[in-house]
Each structure stands twice: as C-alpha cells, then as structure tokens.
C-alpha cells in the first residue's frame, strides 16, 4: 500500500517546471503548502489531495515507524524502517529529511527543516537563478 | 434499460454503477452488498446515523428490480410491524396465520436498521429467515425469496446473547462519515441528487442474480483451498481466530467472486472476501497487514472498489486507477477546462505516488502517458 502523499519532489527541468506552475496558482491554493528549494531541485509539502502534479515528481511520505523521515510512496524498503531512519540520523545527523534513491544507487537525504509558505517573489527569484 | 440477453454479470455492473452513481464513498459497501447477495449471505454495516447505510441498500434493491422491506427496529417494535399481522380472515376460521403481504417475509432485498434492538422474538424469528429463508409462526410456513439482508447497526453488539445473530451477518463493512476531502462532492452530489428524478428502470434483475448465484454454485474451489487455508492459519497466528462456520462459508463469496469475475474456477486473486468476513474494523485493519502478500493479486472486475478496498494490492488499484483515467480522456474528448485539469493532475498524482515508473502495468502506463501528451498540448 503507497504511503500517503505529503510531499512532492522535483529535480533540474521538472523543478523550474513546477515553480512556473505554482507560480499561476491562486494564493489560497499555495497557502496550504510549504516548500524548501536546492540549486536545483524543490520540495513542496502538505496533503496529498493539496500537493501539485508535474512529469517526473517524486512523492513522499511519512511511515509511522520513522516520522523525521519523508520516503518514496511508491517503494519500499528492504530493511526495517526505524532501524533505517536509525542508520541515517547516525550518518547526516537529525532531520527532518526526504530521502530517496539517487541515480548513482545510493541515497540522497534533502534537508525539509528551512521548508516555509510559499512566497511569488522567491519562488520568482528561484526561478531566475535557476536559469542563469 | 439494457438488453435482456446481456450477461448476468454485466448486467450487474451496469446495475453496480447506477446504485452508486451520486453516492459519494460508498462504492464499496454497495459491491459487498451485491457479492453478498450472489453468494446468499447476508451483511452487517456498522456506522453512525446519516452514512447513507439504508439509502445504498435501496439503491442495489432499485438497481436489480427487486422488491423491498425496510425498517427500523426499536426495543418496542412488535413482531407484526416486521412480518405481518394475523390473518383475521384465518383467525375467524381458528387459523392463528400471518398476513405477510409487503413485509419482510415477501422480501428479496430487505433493510433492518439498528438490527439489534429487536425483541427475542423478532431475533429469534429472523434467525430462521436468514438460515433457511423460511418464515415460522404459529401456523404459518412461508419459504421466503429473501436474496440478501443488509443489518444496519451503530456499533457491534456486546451482549453475548445476540452473538449468534449477529453471526448470521457474514460480511462486515465499517462506515464513516465522509472525509474532508470528499466534502464538496458529497455537498454537489446531494444537491444534484435532490434535483434529479430517480432512475426507476433497474439495470439488471433477479434473474440475473439468480442465474450468477447459480454459476456461483457451480465454481470449482479445489485450487483455493491450500491458499484458504494458508490465509485462515496466518490469521490464526497473527491472533484472528474465526469461527468454523465463517471459514467455511467464506467460500461461497470467494465462489461468488470468481463468478462475478467471469471465471468457472476460483483463484488467488478471488481470496480478498475473506477480509470482510473478519468480524471487527480493527481486526480486518490487522486481516489486511497479515494477509497482504496472500491478497496483492486480489482483483475483481465488476467489484473493483471492494476489491481494492480489501487487497489494498497494486493490481485492483492499477484497474481502478485506469478505468478513472478512460474516464478522464473520455471527457477530455468533449471538455477541457480547469475543473477537468483539476481531476486530470489529481488522478496523474496518485498514478505517480502509487507507482514507480517501471513498477506501472502496461494499461495504467498508456493511460498516464496519454493523460500527459493532453494535458502538454492544451498547457
């Protein structure tokens, strides 16, 4: 059974691809969300039914067994959750984290703490960045 | 109205579907309410006041052209209001006979609400009803052509005097009021409910029912028993301990399933009934995680939503998830504007969070793909 959404991520094109969308969202839609962004990639948290679609997002949840940690609904893991956000918190410190495989085959544990409302004029400033 | 030659089990998902169409969330209760009725059992939903318990029951009735009793039972509720009064004509011949015309007994669809507030008689006499489909009282023996009946209640009994009553029940669905998410469905679709006429012309019939109750019999079940019985041990384990008389009968949905589906033969992907059998909310919460690699190829075609709700497995999502997207692309084909943008990246959404790219099934995979070449070329 997937995890229920409660984020989204995006990467490189897909990232400035969903920052455009957002940016022609309705204010009381972005309210429920919060988001945090990278060099080249966005996190953007809250329910799933609130939670915006783009190609080639990658959804995250919460298991109970591990609440500090946002993983891949769509895949599980082959080692016991807890023990798993046990291993991580001892390697990059504690979270909150979104972790999710990287395409080397290792992992990549993204920082969701700075995450904050959605403000246009940063989400502009992002995108601008973004593209230079 | 659809052809009478259709086949009984298309006709009873054409018959699914108008019941549900306007009912918000209820998909599931009213597929129970049809596998229960193919199968010849009888089902137990418990939930608060206001669920649309009685309304989905007269919905199936509707929908199969069946005819109808429905009550609600209190502590005070005489015998007569559910099965009859005597017969005076007979009474003045020194007959003590019921007149059953229009009550239960006459029934092939019936609704008791708060089933267990009748009196020892009323119990007593249902039991009978349930078991044999007879109807005893004083001189009276009436073989009744009661297919299903769906017991409504707050909360399970706790008297463990009505236990054998209740046992009767054998599938057990558990309702809530709606989610938030749902809400502004719910509130369009009552609106639109209350303005509609309903649709009188049933979809499907008794016969049917009766010719998929037949077919139902008729499945073979040899190549289920290892799996049915592997699934009842693991319950065992995992601490669910289901009477013999639930374990056996579970067959008879699991049969059901299989002729619903189209097949002579049950297999594993027909197991998924056995959830409801499970007697309480908490315990098929805990049959689901126990049984969960047993149940992933749980599927049905015609009751995809209690199929899916009981699985909770890839496979009945998949289904689900591509019969929405059909949908979607049909009415893309007449209108696109923002509500149907709006449903489109909803459904994309839980196509993407339910599935990894390479995990989708092929149909699901095309249906996705061409849900996004739409939605890039109307950006």
Same mark, same amino acid.
């Given at each position: 059974?997937?995890?229920?959404?409660?984020? +989204? !991520?995006?990467?490189?094109?897909?990232?400035?691809?969903?920052?455009?969308?957002?940016?022609?969202?309705?204010?009381?839609?972005? =309210?429920?969300?919060?988001?945090?962004?990278?060099?080249?990639?966005? +996190?953007?948290?809250?329910?799933?039914?609130?939670?915006?679609? %783009?190609?080639?997002?990658?959804?995250?949840?919460?298991?109970?067994?591990?609440?500090?940690? $946002?993983?891949?609904?769509? /895949?599980?893991?082959?080692?016991?959750?807890?023990?798993?956000?046990?291993?991580?918190?001892?390697?990059?410190?504690?979270?909150?984290?979104?972790?999710?495989?990287?395409?080397?085959?290792?992992?990549?544990?993204?920082?969701?703490?700075?995450?904050?409302?959605?403000?246009?004029?940063? #989400?502009?400033?992002?995108?601008?960045?973004?593209?230079? | 109205?659809?052809?009478?030659?259709?086949?009984?089990?298309?006709?009873?998902?054409?018959?699914?579907?108008?019941?549900?169409?306007? *009912?918000? @969330? /209820?998909?599931?209760?009213?597929?129970?309410?049809?596998?229960?009725?193919?199968?010849?059992?009888?089902?137990? +939903?418990?939930?608060?006041?206001?669920?649309?318990?009685?309304?989905?029951?007269?919905?199936?009735?509707?929908?199969?052209?069946?005819?109808?009793?429905?009550?609600? *039972?209190?502590?005070?509720?005489?015998?007569?209001?559910?099965?009859?009064?005597?017969?005076?004509?007979?009474?003045?011949?020194?007959?003590?006979?019921?007149?059953?015309?229009?009550?239960?007994?006459?029934?092939?669809?019936?609704?008791?609400?708060?089933?267990?507030?009748?009196?020892?008689?009323?119990?007593?006499?249902?039991?009978?009803?349930?078991?044999?489909?007879?109807?005893?009282?004083?001189?009276?023996?009436?073989?009744?052509?009661?297919?299903?009946?769906?017991?409504?209640?707050?909360?399970?009994?706790?008297?463990?005097?009505?236990? =054998?009553?209740?046992?009767?029940?054998?599938?057990?669905?558990?309702?809530?009021?709606?989610?938030?998410?749902?809400?502004?469905?719910?509130?369009?679709?009552?609106?639109?409910?209350?303005?509609?006429?309903?649709?009188?012309?049933?979809?499907?019939?008794?016969?049917?029912?009766?010719? *998929?109750?037949?077919?139902?019999?008729? +499945?073979?079940?040899?190549?289920?028993?290892?799996?049915?019985?592997?699934? %009842?041990?693991? !319950? &065992?384990?995992?601490?669910?301990? !289901?009477?013999? &008389?639930?374990?056996?009968?579970?067959?008879?949905?699991?049969?059901?399933?299989?002729? $619903? @589906?189209?097949?002579?033969?049950?297999?594993?992907?027909?197991?998924?009934?056995?959830?409801?059998?499970?007697?309480?909310?908490?315990?098929?919460?805990?049959?689901?995680?126990?049984?969960?690699?047993?149940?992933?190829?749980?599927?049905?075609?015609?009751?995809?939503?209690?199929?899916?709700?009981?699985?909770?497995?890839?496979?009945?999502?998949? /289904?689900?998830?591509?019969?929405?997207?059909?949908?979607?692309?049909?009415?893309?084909?007449?209108?696109?504007?923002?509500?149907?943008?709006?449903?489109?990246?909803? #459904?994309?959404?839980?196509?993407?969070?339910?599935?990894?790219?390479?995990?989708?099934?092929?149909?699901?995979?095309?249906? /996705?793909?061409?849900? %996004?070449?739409?939605?890039?070329?109307?950006?």
């Amino acid at each position: 059974m997937p995890l229920p959404a409660r984020a +989204v !991520l995006v990467r490189a094109a897909a990232a400035r691809q969903l920052a455009h969308h957002l940016l022609g969202w309705e204010s009381a839609r972005l =309210a429920p969300l919060r988001a945090c962004v990278g060099d080249d990639l966005m +996190v953007v948290l809250g329910d799933d039914t609130c939670l915006p679609w %783009v190609d080639q997002a990658i959804y995250l949840g919460h298991d109970p067994a591990a609440p500090g940690l $946002l993983l891949p609904t769509n /895949r599980g893991l082959n080692v016991p959750v807890d023990l798993f956000a046990e291993a991580l918190t001892r390697r990059v410190g504690r979270g909150p984290w979104a972790v999710l495989p990287a395409d080397s085959g290792g992992l990549v544990a993204v920082p969701i703490a700075p995450a904050g409302p959605i403000a246009r004029d940063q #989400l502009e400033a992002w995108v601008m960045r973004a593209r230079s | 109205m659809l052809p009478p030659d259709l086949d009984p089990a298309r006709a009873l998902r054409a018959a699914i579907r108008q019941a549900s169409h306007g *009912l918000v @969330d /209820r998909e599931v209760l009213i597929d129970v309410i049809v596998l229960a009725a193919v199968a010849g059992e009888h089902v137990l +939903v418990v939930g608060p006041p206001g669920t649309a318990k009685s309304e989905a029951a007269r919905r199936v009735a509707r929908a199969l052209g069946g005819s109808y009793f429905e009550y609600l *039972l209190g502590r005070f509720t005489e015998p007569s209001e559910i099965f009859g009064a005597v017969d005076l004509a007979k009474l003045r011949q020194g007959l003590v006979e019921t007149d059953t015309t229009g009550m239960l007994p006459e029934a092939e669809i019936a609704f008791l609400d708060e089933v267990f507030q009748g009196s020892t008689a009323i119990l007593n006499t249902l039991l009978g009803i349930l078991n044999e489909r007879v109807f005893l009282r004083g001189h009276t023996r009436v073989r009744c052509p009661l297919r299903l009946c769906l017991g409504a209640t707050n909360a399970l009994p706790t008297d463990p005097s009505l236990a =054998a009553f209740a046992d009767r029940f054998l599938m057990r669905v558990f309702v809530e009021p709606i989610s938030d998410p749902l809400l502004e469905e719910l509130l369009t679709a009552g609106w639109r409910l209350s303005a509609d006429e309903p649709d009188s012309a049933p979809f499907a019939s008794m016969t049917a029912l009766d010719d *998929l109750a037949r077919r139902s019999r008729a +499945v073979e079940l040899k190549g289920i028993v290892p799996l049915l019985s592997e699934a %009842v041990r693991r !319950l &065992r384990a995992g601490g669910l301990h !289901l009477s013999d &008389r639930r374990v056996v009968r579970s067959q008879r949905l699991i049969a059901a399933a299989a002729a $619903l @589906d189209g097949r002579t033969q049950a297999t594993g992907a027909d197991l998924w009934p056995l959830i409801f059998v499970v007697p309480t909310a908490d315990e098929q919460a805990a049959a689901r995680e126990l049984l969960s690699s047993v149940l992933a190829a749980g599927d049905n075609g015609v009751l995809q939503a209690a199929a899916e709700e009981a699985t909770q497995g890839p496979v009945a999502r998949a /289904r689900r998830l591509t019969a929405a997207a059909d949908q979607l692309l049909a009415d893309g084909a007449i209108l696109v504007d923002a509500a149907w943008r709006l449903r489109v990246e909803a #459904l994309l959404r839980e196509i993407d969070a339910g599935f990894a790219g390479n995990d989708r099934p092929a149909d699901l995979g095309d249906r /996705r793909d061409k849900l %996004v070449e739409t939605m890039g070329r109307v950006a």
